[in-house]
């Protein structure tokens, strides 16, 4: 046994040390167990809400945008998959390394990789670095994806236009919201990288068509690879939209226009519904829906052509002889004329030191209002242009439309100008000169429209007066109700003119196209009355049209209804430099309201079948 | 020489409710490990099978040293710590480095750590020394011993490991507080200033500038907190607050499961328990090393002599610190330093060691209860 070195008391005293060690224990294991009780009871909740925000990230899911059907039911814009890459830098360890590792490997511009993620925005929310990626990019990413933290591919839905070109300025086209747009208050529900309507009904319906973005949760590891995700609240799809537009019309109006420029507006006088709307040059939505690279940007709006311009809402022309309708209206209803009553046109009017030349050098010797709009003689529109006064033209142009926005649903259309003597105070601080009136008189000078006035002009007086607001969307169907919300057509009144004053004008426009100046739109399937019209570009012409640059030939004008008895198509072509209007755009109108009158009634329209399954009117239920 | 009356009365210090303790401590960091390496498909064996070896491996060793005599095992303290340090010098030029610090001797396809073996070594050593003779008066008291610490220290410092250094001061801290100093403050000081030491050392830290804490930070200690966010101890913070009352169930602990949490079946094996079973389960886990630990309090005063007492104390102390210094710095109230959590932490050095520990300790009980040795 071996003996004990140290005294009893000292090994005592190492009884009494162990006690001390002992309630040392319990103080510091007391200790332990209140922060351990701190940490797990009383802030429990607040660390169990950290866990979750460690292990979730929240990512949008984009709803299905609105598919968009002419009146047929033909599918004009729809969804197609692609796959976008996104970064959530949230997971990027080191930026520069994924930079150069994206560019290697999908051989990705690295400026703009590198701007992409240096944007401003949450670290937390993915970004879109890329989109419309290929099949074989996105699988080689997949399989990099451990390489990758913070990189995911995403399926998306792109938005395709079936029919590429085809009424691309009434589509439109769809974008990024931008940092503009998102302040505004009606994109308060959208985010960084939604999609929006930038132009056409994509645009104007936008609202309906958009949708609600729906949530997925998705858990990820400390790499930020997905490992599970759980979808919070699905997207809404955006609601359908039925156009009043007539696809094979659009195509057919478009063809005839060609690589001319201008446009065709054709619709149906008696509720206002566009069949076709045509507008040339034009573009690929599909390209323009796309991200475009600032080069590509640059070449489209730089284009002599303008070809994002809509011709049919947003041009603005002379309508030169064609406004000679209006003015006929006028000329009756204030009685500065009888139909009887004659002018006699020697080829010019004189007023004060200048002589008005007629269109005709000879003139056309005695003519009353009939024939003045047949052979569409200025001097007798000079005349009563001259006798009625500016003022009083510009309150039959206003009804008729002219000077205002008609209200289409389309974004950034243009009104033209119905001048008068307030007008040209107001817009020009100079009082009218009288012989302005005479310009004014033949749809010269400060006067001008755009074709889908003139389109709505022929067929107020197609209509006998009753006009409509022309409307390109006719019903929109709730894709989660599945209600088919019929859009009603708006009347906008009767025009106060008497049915004789329209029947008198009705008349010597069908006579202007079956020996008037527009004989070439003579038609042996339908009856038509139509104007020309010919606007003048440059004031001083010599010699030949053939021998004048293109860019200075006359706007080639005409504006037409059929059939005669009981209209169903208004039509206003406008053919950019093509000179006479009889000789260019005439043969147009006639070509578009042939292939109306061939087409029209072998299907009915998408809304009527579906009333007529339902029996009810305004709404029915496509379920 | 067998003597019956000998085994018999020696059987009995095989002590059912100290035994018992000590493997469902170990059971509850299996259980840790198999769930916070569930979903990993690794490579070979996996985590929990390995920690169930380095256990069979470790009650080996744990029947070994009850069965021995600690009186014998005292003799072999100088040699063992000359091998010791030998190896701890070794680990410096031949170690195996991982996460930047040179820890491992590498044995074929094992590797262990000798400063885990260093820390038992160095209790019996202590032992040794205070109870061959009075050692009376400063000299002999603190400073010799404090010397034979020395060597240790420095070595394992140089690796660098923190936690052991820190464990090496524990343990001469402790065994001085045991055999008494002149003014017993001054050891209960230097216990508390251990303790308190990393307290002490965020204030000197948050002084320095951001070059020289990662100068120090790089020679001290590098393979935690390498973003200097203090992204460890927070995402450990996480995982046991998470936790709250009832925990998240088994493989429940989204912390670790998704590797937020860092070094889960190793030193943050705590935090991963306490995600997955809440206070509940920490509160069972505590209560099962007080229960450990004051049996083993109880051996050390009842032990027959003064070297089992001191024997007994220090293991129990480094014990004690382990515990602390884990649990702390995994609750975020201790800035984090590599110390494993004994028995439960995943590791084959620390395990063995421990369990070698906990079998000296019952050796000592016996040696009391056996009247012939």
């Not at chain 2, 205070?130 to 020395?150: D, E, F, H, N, T």
Request: proline share 5%; with cysteine.
């Amino acid at each position: 046994m071996a003996t004990p070195h140290f005294p009893e008391t000292e090994f005592g005293d190492l009884h009494r040390r162990l006690l001390i060690l002992r309630v040392g224990l319990l103080l510091v294991v007391g200790l332990l167990g209140l922060r351990l009780w701190h940490l797990q009871i009383r802030e429990g909740p607040y660390y169990r809400d950290l866990s979750e925000n460690n292990r979730t990230r929240q990512v949008l899911l984009e709803p299905a945008r609105g598919l968009i059907y002419d009146r047929h039911g033909v599918l004009l814009a729809n969804n197609v998959p692609s796959f976008s890459l996104y970064v959530t830098l949230e997971d990027v360890k080191d930026r520069e390394l994924l930079v150069k590792q994206l560019t290697d490997l999908l051989g990705l511009d690295s400026a703009l990789v590198r701007k992409k993620l240096t944007a401003k925005g949450s670290k937390l929310l993915p970004r879109k670095i890329k989109d419309r990626m290929t099949l074989r990019d996105a699988t080689l990413v997949e399989s990099h994806r451990l390489d990758l933290p913070g990189v995911m591919i995403q399926v998306e839905s792109q938005r395709n236009y079936p029919g590429g070109m085809t009424a691309a300025h009434i589509l439109g086209y769809v974008g990024e919201v931008s940092s503009e747009q998102l302040e505004k208050p009606e994109f308060l529900d959208l985010h960084q990288g939604s999609v929006v309507g930038q132009y056409g009904v994509e645009k104007s319906y936008d609202r309906h068509m958009r949708g609600v973005a729906g949530q997925k949760n998705v858990e990820v590891d400390a790499l930020g690879h997905e490992k599970r995700s759980m979808v919070v609240e699905r997207p809404q799809a955006g609601n359908d939209l039925y156009l009043t537009i007539d696809a094979r019309l659009q195509k057919v109006a478009e063809d005839l226009l060609g690589v001319e420029q201008g446009a065709i507006v054709a619709l149906d006088p008696t509720n206002g519904d566009i069949l076709a709307m045509a507008s040339r040059p034009g573009f690929d939505p599909n390209v323009l829906s796309r991200e475009l690279t600032a080069k590509q940007w640059v070449e489209i709006v730089q284009d002599e052509g303008r070809p994002l311009n809509n011709r049919a809402s947003q041009g603005q022309y002379p309508p030169g002889s064609t406004f000679k309708i209006p003015m006929a209206v006028a000329a009756l209803e204030t009685k500065t004329m009888s139909p009887s009553s004659t002018v006699f046109c020697n080829g010019g009017y004189q007023f004060g030191k200048r002589l008005y030349h007629d269109w005709k050098a000879g003139g056309h010797g005695y003519v009353d209002l009939h024939n003045a709009l047949v052979h569409s003689c200025d001097v007798y529109f000079y005349t009563v242009g001259q006798r009625m006064g500016i003022d009083v033209m510009a309150e039959f142009g206003k009804d008729f439309g002219l000077g205002k926005v008609t209200g289409v649903e389309l974004p950034s259309e243009r009104s033209g100008i119905m001048p008068s003597t307030a007008w040209k105070q107001k817009a020009k601080n100079e009082q009218w000169l009288p012989g302005e009136t005479i310009s004014a008189a033949i749809g010269q000078g400060y006067v001008t429209v755009t074709p889908l006035q003139m389109a709505s002009l022929i067929g107020t007086v197609a209509n006998n007066g009753l006009s409509y607001r022309p409307r390109l969307v006719q019903a929109v169907m709730d894709r989660m109700t599945g209600n088919l919300m019929e859009i009603p057509a708006v009347p906008r009144g009767k025009l106060s003119v008497k049915p004789e004053t329209f029947r008198l004008i009705k008349e010597a426009l069908a006579d202007v196209v079956t020996k008037g100046t527009a004989t070439r739109a003579k038609s042996s399937v339908v009856t038509i009355g139509g104007k020309t019209g010919t606007a003048q570009v440059a004031a001083l012409r010599t010699g030949p049209e053939e021998s004048i640059p293109k860019k200075f030939r006359d706007h080639a004008w005409f504006v037409a209804f059929a059939p005669v008895d009981s209209p169903k198509i208004a039509v206003a072509v406008i053919g950019e430099h093509m000179g006479h209007g009889g000789a260019a755009a005439a043969p147009l109108a006639k070509e578009v309201i042939e292939a109306y009158i061939k087409l029209a009634p072998q299907v009915p329209t998408v809304i009527s079948e579906r009333s007529g399954m339902e029996g009810t009117g305004r709404f029915s239920n496509d379920s | 020489m067998i003597n019956p009356l000998t085994e018999h009365r020696g059987l009995d210090s095989f002590d059912i409710r100290y035994v018992a303790l000590i493997l469902a401590i170990l059971g509850i960091g299996v259980l840790s490990i198999y769930s916070v390496t569930y979903g990993q498909r690794g490579v070979g064996t996996p985590y929990y099978l390995k920690q169930l070896i380095w256990i069979g491996v470790g009650a080996a060793a744990f029947l070994l040293m009850w069965a021995s005599d600690y009186h014998h095992l005292a003799r072999f303290a100088y040699p063992a710590y000359a091998v010791v340090l030998l190896m701890l010098v070794v680990v410096l030029f031949e170690g195996r480095t991982s996460k930047g610090a040179q820890r491992w001797i590498a044995m074929g396809p094992l590797s262990f750590q000798p400063s885990e073996f260093a820390k038992l070594v160095l209790v019996l050593v202590l032992a040794h020394y205070y109870s061959k003779a009075p050692r009376v008066g400063w000299l002999q008291r603190v400073i010799v011993p404090g010397l034979l610490v020395l060597p240790g220290l420095l070595l394992i410092l140089k690796q660098p490991d923190l936690g052991s250094g820190l464990s090496f001061v524990a343990i001469y801290a402790a065994m001085l507080l045991m055999v008494g100093v002149r003014s017993q403050a001054l050891g209960v000081i230097l216990l508390f200033s251990i303790m308190l030491f990393p307290f002490a050392w965020e204030g000197v830290w948050g002084s320095l500038h951001d070059y020289q804490r990662q100068r120090i930070m790089a020679f001290v200690d590098q393979d935690y907190d390498p973003g200097g966010k203090g992204y460890h101890a927070l995402q450990s913070r996480i995982a046991i607050g998470s936790g709250e009352l009832l925990g998240k169930g088994l493989y429940g602990g989204t912390q670790s499961q998704l590797k937020f949490l860092p070094e889960g079946h190793t030193d943050f094996v705590f935090a991963v328990f306490a995600e997955e079973w809440g206070f509940m389960g920490v509160l069972v886990l505590l209560a099962l090393f007080v229960g450990l630990i004051w049996l083993s309090l109880e051996i050390a005063s009842k032990a027959k002599d003064q070297l089992g007492a001191l024997l007994a104390a220090g293991i129990v102390a480094m014990l004690c610190f382990c515990v602390v210094v884990n649990i702390g710095m995994t609750a975020g109230m201790f800035p984090i330093v590599g110390i494993p959590l004994p028995l439960v932490s995943y590791g084959g050095s620390a395990t063995i060691m421990t369990m070698a520990a906990l079998g000296l300790l019952l050796n000592v009980k016996r040696k009391r209860l056996s009247l012939f040795y």
